[in-house]
Protein backbone atom coordinates (compact mmCIF):
# COMPACT_ATOMS: atom_id res chain seq x y z
CA UNK A 1 0.00 0.00 0.00
CA UNK A 2 3.04 2.38 0.77
CA UNK A 3 4.45 1.79 -2.56
CA UNK A 4 1.37 2.14 -4.38
CA UNK A 5 1.04 5.56 -2.87
CA UNK A 6 4.68 6.49 -3.29
CA UNK A 7 4.26 5.91 -6.97
CA UNK A 8 0.73 7.16 -7.22
CA UNK A 9 2.22 10.75 -5.78
CA UNK A 10 5.44 10.73 -8.17
CA UNK A 11 2.84 10.02 -10.95
CA UNK A 12 0.80 13.26 -10.17
CA UNK A 13 3.53 14.84 -9.78
CA UNK A 14 4.73 14.27 -13.00
CA UNK A 15 1.53 14.77 -14.52
CA UNK A 16 1.39 18.40 -13.01
CA UNK A 17 5.18 19.31 -14.71
CA UNK A 18 3.68 18.01 -18.02
CA UNK A 19 0.53 20.33 -17.71
CA UNK A 20 2.62 23.10 -16.68
CA UNK A 21 5.47 22.62 -19.72
CA UNK A 22 2.18 21.96 -22.22
CA UNK A 23 0.22 24.94 -20.46
CA UNK A 24 1.66 28.32 -22.38
CA UNK A 25 2.24 26.55 -26.09
CA UNK A 26 -1.06 24.97 -25.55
CA UNK A 27 -2.77 27.94 -24.01
CA UNK A 28 -4.52 29.47 -26.99
CA UNK A 29 -6.57 26.46 -28.03
CA UNK A 30 -7.20 25.44 -24.17
CA UNK A 31 -8.90 28.65 -24.29
CA UNK A 32 -10.36 28.39 -27.35
CA UNK A 33 -12.13 25.20 -26.08
CA UNK A 34 -12.55 26.70 -22.47
CA UNK A 35 -14.36 29.90 -24.69
CA UNK A 36 -16.23 27.00 -26.28
CA UNK A 37 -18.13 26.10 -23.20
CA UNK A 38 -22.19 26.67 -23.06
CA UNK A 39 -21.70 29.11 -20.15
CA UNK A 40 -19.13 30.90 -21.86
CA UNK A 41 -20.78 34.04 -22.95
CA UNK A 42 -21.03 37.59 -21.29
CA UNK A 43 -24.51 37.88 -19.01
CA UNK A 44 -26.87 40.63 -21.28
CA UNK A 45 -26.15 43.10 -18.49
CA UNK A 46 -22.94 43.33 -20.03
CA UNK A 47 -23.32 43.20 -23.56
CA UNK A 48 -26.49 45.25 -23.67
CA UNK A 49 -28.61 42.39 -24.94
CA UNK A 50 -29.13 41.13 -28.24
CA UNK A 51 -30.22 43.97 -31.58
CA UNK A 52 -33.96 44.15 -31.44
CA UNK A 53 -34.50 46.66 -34.22
CA UNK A 54 -31.73 48.80 -36.32
CA UNK A 55 -33.18 52.08 -37.62
CA UNK A 56 -30.50 53.10 -40.30
CA UNK A 57 -30.38 56.97 -41.35
CA UNK A 58 -28.42 59.34 -43.43
CA UNK A 59 -25.06 58.01 -42.14
CA UNK A 60 -26.09 56.47 -38.80
CA UNK A 61 -27.60 53.61 -37.57
CA UNK A 62 -29.13 53.17 -33.94
CA UNK A 63 -29.82 49.78 -32.96
CA UNK A 64 -32.10 49.11 -30.10
CA UNK A 65 -31.18 46.47 -28.37
CA UNK A 66 -34.04 43.52 -25.99
CA UNK A 67 -35.07 45.15 -22.48
CA UNK A 68 -32.88 43.07 -19.76
CA UNK A 69 -34.44 42.10 -17.09
CA UNK A 70 -31.66 39.49 -16.13
CA UNK A 71 -31.55 38.03 -12.78
CA UNK A 72 -30.13 35.28 -10.72
CA UNK A 73 -32.39 33.10 -10.21
CA UNK A 74 -36.08 35.03 -12.04
CA UNK A 75 -36.00 38.13 -13.75
CA UNK A 76 -35.99 41.37 -11.99
CA UNK A 77 -38.72 43.87 -12.09
CA UNK A 78 -36.22 46.74 -13.04
CA UNK A 79 -34.07 46.57 -15.78
CA UNK A 80 -32.76 48.82 -18.70
CA UNK A 81 -32.70 48.62 -22.74
CA UNK A 82 -29.41 49.83 -24.66
CA UNK A 83 -29.43 52.37 -27.30
CA UNK A 84 -26.39 52.70 -29.63
CA UNK A 85 -25.60 55.03 -32.06
CA UNK A 86 -22.98 54.24 -34.69
CA UNK A 87 -21.58 55.82 -37.71
CA UNK A 88 -21.39 59.91 -38.15
CA UNK A 89 -23.60 60.55 -35.44
CA UNK A 90 -24.91 64.42 -35.14
CA UNK A 91 -24.49 66.59 -32.51
CA UNK A 92 -27.79 66.91 -31.27
CA UNK A 93 -29.63 63.58 -31.17
CA UNK A 94 -33.37 63.06 -30.93
CA UNK A 95 -34.84 59.77 -31.03
CA UNK A 96 -38.33 58.48 -30.52
CA UNK A 97 -38.19 54.74 -29.17
CA UNK A 98 -40.35 51.90 -29.09
CA UNK A 99 -38.76 49.44 -26.96
CA UNK A 100 -41.35 46.87 -26.37
CA UNK A 101 -42.07 46.85 -29.90
CA UNK A 102 -45.92 47.50 -29.74
CA UNK A 103 -46.44 50.08 -32.16
CA UNK A 104 -46.91 52.74 -29.52
CA UNK A 105 -43.33 55.30 -28.79
CA UNK A 106 -42.20 54.08 -25.47
CA UNK A 107 -39.63 57.54 -24.85
CA UNK A 108 -38.14 60.73 -26.52
CA UNK A 109 -34.60 60.84 -26.06
CA UNK A 110 -32.12 63.71 -26.55
CA UNK A 111 -28.94 63.68 -26.53
CA UNK A 112 -26.32 66.61 -26.62
CA UNK A 113 -23.36 64.90 -27.61
CA UNK A 114 -20.99 68.11 -27.30
CA UNK A 115 -22.14 68.74 -23.36
CA UNK A 116 -22.39 65.62 -22.85
CA UNK A 117 -26.25 65.88 -21.45
CA UNK A 118 -29.22 63.66 -22.11
CA UNK A 119 -32.97 64.13 -21.68
CA UNK A 120 -35.85 61.62 -21.44
CA UNK A 121 -39.19 62.43 -21.82
CA UNK A 122 -41.38 59.09 -20.85
CA UNK A 123 -44.18 58.46 -22.81
CA UNK A 124 -44.31 54.87 -21.06
CA UNK A 125 -44.86 54.87 -17.47
CA UNK A 126 -42.23 52.09 -17.15
CA UNK A 127 -39.60 54.14 -18.11
CA UNK A 128 -37.71 55.00 -15.13
CA UNK A 129 -35.08 57.83 -16.32
CA UNK A 130 -31.63 57.62 -17.95
CA UNK A 131 -29.13 54.91 -16.28
CA UNK A 132 -26.15 55.62 -18.75
CA UNK A 133 -25.44 58.27 -21.29
CA UNK A 134 -21.97 58.15 -22.80
CA UNK A 135 -19.59 58.41 -25.57
CA UNK A 136 -18.14 55.07 -27.17
CA UNK A 137 -15.41 54.09 -29.59
CA UNK A 138 -18.21 53.37 -32.15
CA UNK A 139 -19.90 56.53 -31.64
CA UNK A 140 -22.45 57.01 -28.70
CA UNK A 141 -24.51 54.42 -26.03
CA UNK A 142 -27.38 54.80 -23.53
CA UNK A 143 -28.76 52.52 -21.30
CA UNK A 144 -32.14 54.07 -20.39
CA UNK A 145 -33.88 51.97 -16.95
CA UNK A 146 -36.98 50.30 -16.72
CA UNK A 147 -39.68 48.47 -14.99
CA UNK A 148 -41.28 45.54 -15.76
CA UNK B 1 29.89 33.00 -4.72
CA UNK B 2 29.80 32.82 -0.83
CA UNK B 3 30.13 29.32 0.08
CA UNK B 4 28.58 29.81 3.15
CA UNK B 5 25.36 30.50 1.90
CA UNK B 6 25.22 27.02 0.71
CA UNK B 7 23.49 24.86 2.90
CA UNK B 8 25.10 20.85 3.71
CA UNK B 9 21.17 19.42 3.26
CA UNK B 10 19.67 20.71 0.40
CA UNK B 11 22.81 23.01 -1.52
CA UNK B 12 24.30 21.71 -4.16
CA UNK B 13 28.10 22.56 -5.86
CA UNK B 14 28.28 24.30 -8.57
CA UNK B 15 28.20 22.35 -11.39
CA UNK B 16 25.27 19.97 -10.35
CA UNK B 17 23.41 23.47 -9.51
CA UNK B 18 24.13 24.81 -13.08
CA UNK B 19 22.90 21.01 -14.79
CA UNK B 20 19.96 21.58 -12.46
CA UNK B 21 19.29 24.51 -13.84
CA UNK B 22 20.09 23.66 -17.80
CA UNK B 23 16.33 22.49 -18.01
CA UNK B 24 14.99 25.47 -16.92
CA UNK B 25 17.40 28.01 -19.30
CA UNK B 26 16.82 25.49 -22.48
CA UNK B 27 12.18 25.95 -21.41
CA UNK B 28 12.71 29.64 -20.49
CA UNK B 29 14.81 30.42 -23.64
CA UNK B 30 12.00 29.03 -26.07
CA UNK B 31 9.14 30.23 -24.13
CA UNK B 32 10.99 34.27 -23.27
CA UNK B 33 11.89 34.27 -27.72
CA UNK B 34 9.75 31.85 -29.09
CA UNK B 35 12.43 30.06 -30.23
CA UNK B 36 13.50 32.80 -33.05
CA UNK B 37 14.85 35.77 -30.65
CA UNK B 38 14.69 39.17 -32.25
CA UNK B 39 18.03 41.08 -31.42
CA UNK B 40 17.17 44.51 -34.17
CA UNK B 41 16.18 46.96 -31.13
CA UNK B 42 18.59 47.59 -28.83
CA UNK B 43 16.17 48.21 -25.85
CA UNK B 44 14.39 45.07 -26.70
CA UNK B 45 17.38 43.23 -26.62
CA UNK B 46 18.74 44.54 -23.30
CA UNK B 47 15.14 43.87 -21.69
CA UNK B 48 14.91 39.95 -22.72
CA UNK B 49 18.52 39.40 -21.65
CA UNK B 50 17.80 40.66 -18.64
CA UNK B 51 14.48 39.20 -17.82
CA UNK B 52 15.83 36.12 -19.47
CA UNK B 53 19.31 35.87 -16.66
CA UNK B 54 17.29 37.12 -13.75
CA UNK B 55 14.95 34.49 -13.85
CA UNK B 56 17.82 31.56 -14.36
CA UNK B 57 19.92 33.28 -11.98
CA UNK B 58 17.58 33.01 -9.66
CA UNK B 59 17.06 29.44 -10.01
CA UNK B 60 20.53 28.77 -10.14
CA UNK B 61 20.76 29.91 -6.84
CA UNK B 62 18.16 28.26 -5.31
CA UNK B 63 19.73 25.15 -6.33
CA UNK B 64 23.33 26.25 -5.15
CA UNK B 65 22.66 27.45 -1.84
CA UNK B 66 19.65 25.37 -1.19
CA UNK B 67 17.28 28.52 -0.26
CA UNK B 68 14.06 28.64 -1.77
CA UNK B 69 11.84 31.93 -0.55
CA UNK B 70 14.79 34.23 -0.83
CA UNK B 71 15.16 34.16 -4.85
CA UNK B 72 11.36 32.83 -5.43
CA UNK B 73 10.60 36.08 -3.66
CA UNK B 74 12.78 38.31 -5.90
CA UNK B 75 11.02 37.33 -8.80
CA UNK B 76 7.55 37.30 -7.00
CA UNK B 77 7.79 40.89 -6.13
CA UNK B 78 9.53 41.96 -9.25
CA UNK B 79 6.34 40.45 -10.73
CA UNK B 80 3.96 41.80 -9.20
CA UNK B 81 5.63 45.35 -9.74
CA UNK B 82 6.11 45.09 -13.21
CA UNK B 83 2.28 43.88 -13.71
CA UNK B 84 1.28 46.99 -12.40
CA UNK B 85 4.23 49.25 -14.69
CA UNK B 86 3.28 47.27 -17.47
CA UNK B 87 -0.72 47.41 -17.53
CA UNK B 88 -0.92 51.27 -15.84
CA UNK B 89 1.43 52.40 -18.88
CA UNK B 90 -0.43 50.63 -21.28
CA UNK B 91 -3.60 52.24 -20.01
CA UNK B 92 -2.45 56.12 -19.39
CA UNK B 93 -0.84 55.27 -22.94
CA UNK B 94 -4.60 54.23 -24.25
CA UNK B 95 -7.03 56.08 -21.79
CA UNK B 96 -4.97 58.73 -20.35
CA UNK B 97 -6.09 57.50 -16.67
CA UNK B 98 -5.50 54.69 -14.45
CA UNK B 99 -9.26 54.80 -14.45
CA UNK B 100 -11.65 52.66 -16.65
CA UNK B 101 -14.91 54.73 -17.78
CA UNK B 102 -18.88 53.83 -18.60
CA UNK B 103 -17.70 53.34 -21.93
CA UNK B 104 -15.35 51.05 -21.65
CA UNK B 105 -17.74 48.51 -19.39
CA UNK B 106 -20.59 48.92 -21.62
CA UNK B 107 -18.04 48.15 -24.56
CA UNK B 108 -16.95 45.43 -22.15
CA UNK B 109 -13.29 45.89 -22.60
CA UNK B 110 -12.07 45.46 -19.27
CA UNK B 111 -8.97 43.10 -18.03
CA UNK B 112 -10.00 39.98 -16.38
CA UNK B 113 -8.06 39.10 -13.56
CA UNK B 114 -8.33 35.31 -11.57
CA UNK B 115 -9.50 37.34 -8.40
CA UNK B 116 -12.77 37.31 -10.45
CA UNK B 117 -13.46 33.65 -10.54
CA UNK B 118 -14.96 32.63 -7.55
CA UNK B 119 -17.51 35.03 -8.15
CA UNK B 120 -18.67 34.15 -11.41
CA UNK B 121 -19.13 30.15 -10.37
CA UNK B 122 -22.51 30.24 -9.26
CA UNK B 123 -23.79 32.91 -12.27
CA UNK B 124 -22.68 30.42 -14.60
CA UNK B 125 -24.29 27.55 -13.25
CA UNK B 126 -27.50 29.48 -12.80
CA UNK B 127 -27.91 31.65 -15.85
CA UNK B 128 -25.17 30.29 -17.92
CA UNK B 129 -23.52 33.20 -18.50
CA UNK B 130 -20.36 35.43 -17.24
CA UNK B 131 -20.91 38.52 -15.01
CA UNK B 132 -17.76 40.69 -16.28
CA UNK B 133 -17.02 43.43 -18.88
CA UNK B 134 -14.34 41.61 -20.07
CA UNK B 135 -13.80 39.62 -23.41
CA UNK B 136 -14.56 35.97 -23.62
CA UNK B 137 -11.54 35.38 -26.19
CA UNK B 138 -8.97 37.42 -27.55
CA UNK B 139 -7.39 40.82 -26.35
CA UNK B 140 -5.83 41.32 -23.36
CA UNK B 141 -6.54 39.48 -20.28
CA UNK B 142 -9.03 37.01 -21.72
CA UNK B 143 -11.23 35.81 -19.65
CA UNK B 144 -10.91 32.12 -21.15
CA UNK B 145 -7.05 32.63 -20.88
CA UNK B 146 -7.20 33.30 -17.48
CA UNK B 147 -9.27 30.83 -16.26
CA UNK B 148 -6.80 28.36 -17.91
CA UNK B 149 -3.97 29.73 -16.71
CA UNK B 150 -5.27 29.82 -13.02
CA UNK B 151 -7.35 26.31 -13.21
CA UNK B 152 -4.18 24.63 -14.42
CA UNK B 153 -1.72 26.49 -11.70
CA UNK B 154 -4.71 25.54 -8.85
CA UNK B 155 -4.52 22.18 -9.56
CA UNK B 156 -0.84 21.51 -9.76
CA UNK B 157 0.13 24.02 -7.13
CA UNK B 158 -2.94 24.26 -4.97
CA UNK B 159 -1.74 27.31 -2.55
CA UNK B 160 1.71 27.53 -4.22
CA UNK B 161 -0.47 29.26 -6.83
CA UNK B 162 -0.53 32.02 -4.06
CA UNK B 163 3.56 32.09 -3.86
CA UNK B 164 4.65 31.55 -7.31
CA UNK B 165 1.35 32.42 -9.79
CA UNK B 166 -0.43 35.50 -8.22
CA UNK B 167 0.61 38.45 -9.71
CA UNK B 168 -0.79 40.71 -7.16
CA UNK B 169 0.88 38.52 -3.94
CA UNK B 170 3.94 40.30 -4.42
CA UNK B 171 2.68 43.55 -3.12
CA UNK B 172 2.02 42.36 0.26
CA UNK B 173 4.92 40.06 0.33
CA UNK B 174 7.31 42.68 -0.36
CA UNK B 175 6.30 45.14 2.28
CA UNK B 176 6.18 42.28 4.85
CA UNK B 177 9.76 42.16 4.39
CA UNK B 178 10.79 45.61 5.24
CA UNK B 179 10.79 45.00 9.09
CA UNK B 180 13.71 43.11 10.81
CA UNK B 181 11.08 41.77 13.29
CA UNK B 182 7.38 42.75 13.34
CA UNK B 183 5.79 45.23 15.40
CA UNK B 184 3.11 43.39 15.96
CA UNK B 185 3.54 39.76 17.04
CA UNK B 186 0.25 38.15 17.50
CA UNK B 187 -2.94 38.44 15.56
CA UNK B 188 -5.95 36.00 16.28
CA UNK B 189 -6.10 32.65 14.86
CA UNK B 190 -9.22 32.99 13.87
CA UNK B 191 -8.64 35.53 11.14
CA UNK B 192 -6.93 33.22 8.99
CA UNK B 193 -10.70 31.49 8.71
CA UNK B 194 -11.80 35.05 6.92
CA UNK B 195 -11.01 34.39 3.28
CA UNK B 196 -13.67 31.69 3.50
CA UNK B 197 -16.39 34.64 5.22
CA UNK B 198 -15.13 36.71 2.00
CA UNK B 199 -15.66 33.74 -0.24
CA UNK B 200 -19.39 33.11 0.72
CA UNK B 201 -20.25 36.93 1.06
CA UNK B 202 -18.79 37.91 -2.50
CA UNK B 203 -20.18 34.40 -3.97
CA UNK B 204 -23.28 35.51 -2.59
CA UNK B 205 -23.72 39.42 -3.23
CA UNK B 206 -21.75 38.74 -7.04
CA UNK B 207 -24.52 36.33 -7.99
CA UNK B 208 -27.14 38.06 -6.58
CA UNK B 209 -26.90 41.69 -7.94
CA UNK B 210 -24.65 39.63 -10.98
CA UNK B 211 -21.97 42.12 -10.72
CA UNK B 212 -18.15 41.14 -9.12
CA UNK B 213 -19.05 43.03 -5.71
CA UNK B 214 -15.39 42.00 -4.94
CA UNK B 215 -13.55 43.79 -7.83
CA UNK B 216 -16.08 46.46 -7.58
CA UNK B 217 -16.39 47.72 -4.25
CA UNK B 218 -13.35 45.74 -1.89
CA UNK B 219 -10.59 44.54 -4.06
CA UNK B 220 -7.25 46.83 -2.72
CA UNK B 221 -5.52 46.37 -6.01
CA UNK B 222 -7.53 48.43 -7.81
CA UNK B 223 -4.42 51.01 -5.98
CA UNK B 224 -2.09 49.75 -8.98
CA UNK B 225 -4.43 48.13 -11.47
CA UNK B 226 -6.94 50.05 -12.59
CA UNK B 227 -10.58 51.35 -11.23
CA UNK B 228 -13.80 53.15 -11.62
CA UNK B 229 -13.79 56.72 -12.71
CA UNK B 230 -15.18 58.57 -9.99
CA UNK B 231 -17.95 60.86 -11.24
CA UNK B 232 -20.30 60.01 -8.34
CA UNK B 233 -20.57 59.68 -4.57
CA UNK B 234 -20.66 55.99 -4.73
CA UNK B 235 -17.74 55.57 -7.15
CA UNK B 236 -16.04 57.95 -4.91
CA UNK B 237 -17.07 55.58 -1.77
CA UNK B 238 -15.23 52.23 -3.63
CA UNK B 239 -12.09 54.73 -4.08
CA UNK B 240 -12.38 55.38 -0.64
CA UNK B 241 -12.18 51.52 0.72
CA UNK B 242 -10.01 49.64 -2.15
CA UNK B 243 -7.41 52.93 -1.04
CA UNK B 244 -7.87 52.09 2.90
CA UNK B 245 -7.84 48.30 2.53
CA UNK B 246 -4.39 49.10 0.23
CA UNK B 247 -2.84 51.08 2.57
CA UNK B 248 -3.85 49.15 5.85
CA UNK B 249 -3.92 45.41 4.48
CA UNK B 250 -0.94 45.84 1.91
CA UNK B 251 1.45 48.03 3.01
CA UNK B 252 0.91 49.02 7.49
CA UNK B 253 0.03 45.26 8.47
CA UNK B 254 2.60 43.32 6.31
CA UNK B 255 4.85 45.73 7.73
CA UNK B 256 4.28 45.93 11.33
CA UNK B 257 3.31 41.71 11.29
CA UNK B 258 5.97 40.42 8.63
CA UNK B 259 2.49 38.54 7.65
CA UNK B 260 1.15 38.67 4.47
CA UNK B 261 -2.06 39.77 5.75
CA UNK B 262 -3.88 40.38 2.76
CA UNK B 263 -3.54 37.36 1.54
CA UNK B 264 -4.35 35.72 4.66
CA UNK B 265 -7.18 37.89 5.69
CA UNK B 266 -9.03 38.79 2.88
CA UNK B 267 -8.68 37.44 -0.45
CA UNK B 268 -11.35 34.99 -1.69
CA UNK B 269 -9.23 33.19 -4.24
CA UNK B 270 -6.78 31.98 -1.22
CA UNK B 271 -9.82 30.60 0.09
CA UNK B 272 -10.22 28.75 -3.13
CA UNK B 273 -6.79 27.43 -3.75
CA UNK B 274 -6.44 26.68 0.10
CA UNK B 275 -9.21 24.12 -0.93
CA UNK B 276 -7.00 23.19 -4.15
CA UNK B 277 -4.05 21.93 -1.84
CA UNK B 278 -5.87 18.90 -0.87
CA UNK B 279 -5.47 17.87 -4.75
CA UNK B 280 -2.21 19.30 -5.42
CA UNK B 281 0.70 16.70 -5.73
CA UNK B 282 2.74 18.66 -3.97
CA UNK B 283 2.79 19.82 -0.14
CA UNK B 284 5.44 20.81 3.03
CA UNK B 285 6.54 17.72 4.91
CA UNK B 286 7.73 17.78 8.57
CA UNK B 287 10.60 14.88 9.87
CA UNK B 288 9.06 14.17 13.22
CA UNK B 289 12.54 12.34 13.35
CA UNK B 290 14.25 15.41 13.07
CA UNK B 291 12.37 18.33 13.97
CA UNK B 292 13.57 20.07 17.50
CA UNK B 293 10.15 21.66 18.16
CA UNK B 294 11.68 25.56 17.95
CA UNK B 295 8.94 26.75 16.36
CA UNK B 296 10.96 29.30 14.46
CA UNK B 297 9.13 27.82 11.30
CA UNK B 298 5.87 29.09 13.02
CA UNK B 299 7.42 32.62 13.58
CA UNK B 300 8.06 33.57 10.04
CA UNK B 301 5.44 31.53 8.07
CA UNK B 302 3.68 34.50 6.27
CA UNK B 303 0.69 32.75 5.56
CA UNK B 304 -0.33 31.73 9.45
CA UNK B 305 -0.63 28.00 7.78
CA UNK B 306 1.83 26.51 11.15
CA UNK B 307 0.76 26.66 14.78
CA UNK B 308 2.41 25.02 17.24
CA UNK B 309 -0.31 22.19 17.87
CA UNK B 310 0.25 21.55 13.60
CA UNK B 311 4.55 21.10 14.75
CA UNK B 312 3.58 18.88 17.24
CA UNK B 313 1.42 16.63 15.08
CA UNK B 314 3.81 16.50 12.20
CA UNK B 315 1.41 17.97 9.36
CA UNK B 316 0.93 21.49 7.77
CA UNK B 317 -2.31 23.10 7.30
CA UNK B 318 -4.55 23.64 4.03
CA UNK B 319 -3.39 27.23 4.72
CA UNK B 320 0.72 26.66 3.20
CA UNK B 321 1.01 28.38 0.49
CA UNK B 322 4.45 26.83 -0.42
CA UNK B 323 6.75 29.93 -0.55
CA UNK B 324 9.31 28.03 1.28
CA UNK B 325 10.20 30.64 4.11
CA UNK B 326 10.11 27.55 6.91
CA UNK B 327 12.00 25.42 4.99
CA UNK B 328 14.63 28.47 4.19
CA UNK B 329 14.55 28.75 8.11
CA UNK B 330 14.90 25.46 9.45
CA UNK B 331 18.54 25.05 10.68
CA UNK B 332 17.79 21.47 11.05
CA UNK B 333 16.30 20.42 7.61
CA UNK B 334 12.96 18.47 9.48
CA UNK B 335 10.89 20.82 7.32
CA UNK B 336 11.03 20.38 3.52
CA UNK B 337 9.15 20.13 -0.24
CA UNK B 338 7.28 16.85 -0.29
CA UNK B 339 5.32 15.05 -2.62
CA UNK B 340 1.84 13.34 -1.50
CA UNK B 341 2.13 9.61 -0.92
CA UNK B 342 5.82 9.74 -0.34
CA UNK B 343 6.79 9.75 3.90
CA UNK B 344 8.29 12.87 5.24
CA UNK B 345 11.86 12.68 5.20
CA UNK B 346 12.51 10.23 2.29
CA UNK B 347 13.78 11.43 -0.98
CA UNK B 348 13.60 15.07 -0.14
CA UNK B 349 15.93 16.56 -2.85
CA UNK B 350 13.56 15.18 -5.62
CA UNK B 351 10.27 16.18 -4.24
CA UNK B 352 12.55 19.53 -4.11
CA UNK B 353 13.55 19.57 -7.24
CA UNK B 354 10.65 18.54 -9.25
CA UNK B 355 8.26 21.41 -7.24
CA UNK B 356 11.11 24.16 -7.94
CA UNK B 357 11.29 23.36 -11.52
CA UNK B 358 7.50 23.20 -11.59
CA UNK B 359 6.46 26.10 -9.85
CA UNK B 360 9.58 28.14 -11.02
CA UNK B 361 8.57 27.37 -14.73
CA UNK B 362 5.38 28.70 -14.13
CA UNK B 363 5.99 32.19 -12.57
CA UNK B 364 9.04 32.46 -15.35
CA UNK B 365 7.22 32.17 -18.24
CA UNK B 366 4.00 33.72 -16.51
CA UNK B 367 5.73 36.66 -15.71
CA UNK B 368 8.05 37.00 -18.34
CA UNK B 369 6.19 39.07 -20.65
CA UNK B 370 5.38 41.73 -17.74
CA UNK B 371 8.76 41.94 -16.67
CA UNK B 372 10.51 42.12 -20.04
CA UNK B 373 7.95 45.09 -20.82
CA UNK B 374 8.70 47.01 -17.53
CA UNK B 375 12.40 46.77 -18.36
CA UNK B 376 11.44 48.02 -21.75
CA UNK B 377 10.15 50.52 -20.54
CA UNK B 378 12.87 51.46 -18.03
CA UNK B 379 15.81 51.10 -20.36
CA UNK B 380 13.90 53.79 -22.87
CA UNK B 381 13.19 56.25 -19.84
CA UNK B 382 17.07 55.82 -19.44
CA UNK B 383 18.42 56.28 -23.11
Known sequence: MKKIKIIAGICWAFAGLILIIILFPGLTSFSRSVSKLPFMKLNARYTGGEIAKQIVAENCTLNIRKPVFNGFLKERNSGFVQLDWHGTIPELITDSVDYDRDGNKDFIIFVDRKNSKTALDPLNRKVKGVDISTATSYGWAARIGLLK | ?383
Open chain 2, 1 to 383: MDNNLRLTGTGKTFGKSLLYTFPMFLITFMFMTGGRPNFSDLASSLALITAFLLVNILYFLMHYTGKTDRYRAVLFIIFALSLSYTLIHNMLEVRRSMSFSQADVLECKIPFCHLVIPMMILPAIFTKSIIFPGSILGGFADISSMVVLWLIATVVLGRGFCSWGCFYGGWDDGFSRIRKKPAIKKIGELWKWMPFAVLLMVALTSAVALLPTYCSWICPFKAVTEFEQIVSVESATKAGIFLSLFGGLVIALPVMTKKRTQCSFLCPMGAVNTLSNKISPFSIKIDKKVCTECMKCVEVCPVYALTPEDIKAGKVSVFCSKCGKCVDSCSKHAINYGIKGIPAGTMKNFSRNLFLFVSFLFMAVFSAGSIISTFQGLLKLIF
